[in-house]
T-cell receptor, first 114, second 118 residues
Framework: EAQVTQNPRYLITVTGKKLTVTCSQN?????MSWYRQDPGLGLRQIYY???????DKGDVPEGYKVSRKEKRNFPLILESPSPNQTSLYFC?????????????FGSGTRLTVV | AQTVTQSQPEMSVQEAETVTLSCTYD???????LFWYKQPPSRQMILVIR??????QNATENRFSVNFQKAAKSFSLKISDSQLGDAAMYFC???????????????FGRGTQLTVWP
């Protein structure tokens, strides 16, 4: 089944403790992206990647890192999480030539930083 | 700035009735694509319908249709014969597919929470 897999689905952590949210897709998509969703703000892009070793900032990149060492994986790293990073996170992917058809989204990761 | 405005934070509709969700957007591009996504309580983002800006004909998917007014930069979603399963958060979004550094970025509105009453 074609899908984007995010893990974990829920995560509670403490301020300052490094964490990684994994994202993997099995559709050979070039384009991958991370979004955060906050009440009243919709979804905002954090980082995106157009292919292996090609990443760039979105609208809200502060406090996050990403890497794209393999085409299928695009982990989101919070090196020193803070409470304002408590949010719902989505990974999404698309073929570069198919972005006009929309993304395939993962199931989301609910992160709470205390 | 690229923006999407959904002016109705909440809407409600009676089962079997029709409801329209509003969306306006702001872009200077002529070629772009518009989307409505549905997010039920499961949190999954589900593509409901898409519209190509260069097409004048409004898109339709079963009970879902759009009213696309390019000059007014308006893209409303009409849900006919509403069902309980339509209850969800609905997001309007667009992307400009061939635009350099923002290639692929989806710009989202803040969402409209739809309640369906039996």
């Amino acid at each position: 089944e074609a899908q984007v897999t995010q893990n974990p689905r829920y995560l509670i952590t403490v301020t300052g403790k490094k964490l990684t949210v994994t994202c993997s897709q099995n559709m050979n998509h070039e384009y991958m992206s991370w979004y955060r969703q906050d009440p009243g703000l919709g979804l905002r892009q954090i980082y995106y990647s157009m292919n292996v070793e090609v990443t760039d900032k979105g609208d809200v990149p502060e406090g996050y890192k990403v890497s794209r060492k393999e085409k299928r994986n695009f982990p989101l790293i919070l090196e020193s999480p803070s409470p304002n990073q408590t949010s719902l996170y989505f990974c999404a992917s698309s073929p570069l030539t198919g972005i006009r058809y929309g993304y395939t989204f993962g199931s989301g990761t609910r992160l709470t930083v205390v | 700035a690229q923006t999407v405005t959904q002016s109705q934070p909440e809407m409600s509709v009676q089962e079997a009735e029709t409801v329209t969700l509003s969306c306006t957007y702001d872009t200077s591009e002529s070629d772009y694509y518009l989307f409505w996504y549905k997010q039920p309580p499961s949190r999954q983002m589900i593509l409901v319908i898409r519209q190509e800006a260069y097409k004048q004909q409004n898109a339709t998917e079963n009970r879902f249709s759009v009213n696309f007014q390019k000059a007014a930069k308006s893209f409303s979603l009409k849900i006919s014969d509403s069902q309980l399963g339509d209850a969800a958060m609905y997001f309007c979004a667009y992307t400009v597919p061939d635009r350099g550094s923002t290639l692929g970025r989806l710009y989202f509105g803040r969402g409209t929470q739809l309640t369906v009453w039996p």
